[in-house]
């Protein structure tokens, strides 16, 4: 089973409508993140969370809100979507206590297009 | 502002030679790097890191450089493979921080 599952793994929506993806995780980390890619500007950091109630906003966080509904659950809510964060969409975690090479754990993506 | 950056969007390389993937970085807080490794459909694996402690890390047939005075990193692959064929992305943080900027990615073809 994967240790960073996200849903929908695709998804279309219209102007102005409110969309949630959502992440799951069984690996134990505290900390989870979400990244947007868009051709030709790589993964760009939205929100992260260093456990469930810490909530910091990231590069480019106008336009979305999250939740960290539980230590395993981190939520990602477009509020009125619009056409330009259709992107594929990453959640990822990180625990640096686990490990020696401080990496991130990424989830499998979502692909969003808003019309 | 981009504050890591990889200027090559493709590279091709033929099977059994070197790859070379560049990233350049502008913020002199970054103490550690990481490079990630993306096929379709999948997110982004961790394949190596460095800190700015060393100059250079290896694991197998991958080699990550670092020279600070210059804010420049390099991966080289050798011998690369068909199965190495995948997007690069590189990472930059500052230790204690846990908040990790990505480059743009570089796409390696490798051919048979």
């Known amino acids: 089973d994967a240790d960073v599952t996200q849903t929908p793994r695709n998804r279309i929506t219209k102007t102005g409508k409110r969309i949630m993806l959502e992440c799951s995780q069984t690996k134990g980390h505290d900390r989870m993140y979400w990244y947007r890619q868009d051709p030709g500007l790589g993964l760009r950091l939205i929100y992260y969370s260093f456990d469930v109630k810490d909530i910091n906003k990231g590069e480019i966080s106008d336009g979305y809100s999250v939740s960290r509904q539980a230590q395993a659950k981190f939520s990602l809510s477009l509020e009125s979507a619009i056409p330009n964060q259709t992107a594929l969409y990453f959640c990822?975690?990180?625990?640096?206590?686990?490990?020696?090479?401080?990496?991130?754990?990424f989830g499998p993506g979502t692909r969003l297009t808003v019309l | 502002d981009q504050q890591v950056k990889q200027n090559s969007p493709s590279l091709s390389v033929q099977e059994g030679r070197i790859s070379i993937l560049n990233c350049d970085y502008t913020n002199s807080m970054f103490d550690y790097f990481l490079w990630y490794k993306k096929y379709p459909a999948e997110g982004p694996t961790f394949l190596i890191s460095i800190s700015s402690i060393k100059d250079k890390n290896e694991d197998g047939r991958f080699t990550v450089f670092l020279n600070k005075s210059a804010k420049h990193l390099s991966l080289h692959i050798v011998p690369s493979q068909p199965g190495d064929s995948a997007v690069y992305f590189c990472?930059?943080?500052?230790?204690?921080?846990?908040?990790?900027?990505f480059g743009t990615g570089t796409r390696l073809k490798v051919l048979a």
């Open positions: 990472a930059a943080t500052t230790s204690g921080t846990y908040k990790y900027i």
């Open positions: 990822a975690t990180s625990d640096p206590l686990a490990g020696q090479d401080n990496e991130q754990f």
